[in-house]
């Protein structure tokens, strides 16, 4: 995820940079938003499904799948 968000940091500042109108610039940020709400809704869900060994896998217990499933999706 850091780098999905490293690389949207780029682009928005190649955005800018090119004097792209105001409205274009809060459109594309606000989609960028909402598509990584989307990720994290989706992510979040997906722990729900995961066995205790598929979580183990990648290094979380069930409490802690169940707590960041159950986080809100503009949450980090």
């Given at each position: 995820?850091a ?8 682009v928005m500042?190649h955005l ?8 274009a610039?809060?459109?594309?940020k606000?989609?960028v938003c ?6 994290r809704?989706?992510?979040r869900?997906?722990?729900k ?5 598929q ?13 960041e499933a159950s ?6």
């Open positions: 995820m780098h999905a968000l490293t690389h949207t940091h780029e500042k800018n940079q090119r004097g792209m109108p105001i409205v610039v809060l459109a594309v606000f989609a909402v598509t990584n709400w989307a990720t809704y989706r992510t869900q997906a722990l499904q995961l066995e205790p060994w979580l183990r896998d990648v290094g979380l217990t069930p409490d802690q799948a169940l707590s986080r809100v999706f503009w949450k980090l």
